[in-house]
């Protein structure tokens, strides 16, 4: 599924024109972002939380010249799903 069906399947179930539902999404992601952005959390029942997970340096290898290199430290994003979610796909 990609964003414009998204987009469809929430304004149909939501009674929404798909010009709504689209603001919606664009704001539920512009939200996630800003929160992740601050270190924050966001944390949705039985579906999952979006966080940031801190990665350490550590040493990799360049494959084309199989020369050492180091890898910096940095922050991703990571999902974690909830437990409905997890059972509604198993």
Do not use: W
Not at 40 to 48: H, I, N, T, Y
Not at 63 to 81: D, G, H, L, M, R
Request: proline content about 2%; hydrophobic content about 45%; glycine content about 10%.
């Amino acid at each position: 599924m990609n964003k414009s069906e998204l987009v469809k399947t929430i304004a149909a179930r939501a009674g929404l024109t798909q010009t709504q539902a689209g603001h919606a999404l664009d704001a539920f992601c512009a939200t996630v972002i800003d929160e992740l952005g601050e270190g924050g959390e966001v944390v949705l029942a039985g579906f999952g939380t979006f966080k940031t997970q801190q990665r350490a340096a550590r040493k990799g290898m360049n494959i084309k010249t199989k020369e050492p290199i180091t890898i910096a430290a940095s922050t991703a994003p990571k999902f974690t799903a909830g437990k409905a979610l997890k059972d509604a796909v198993a």
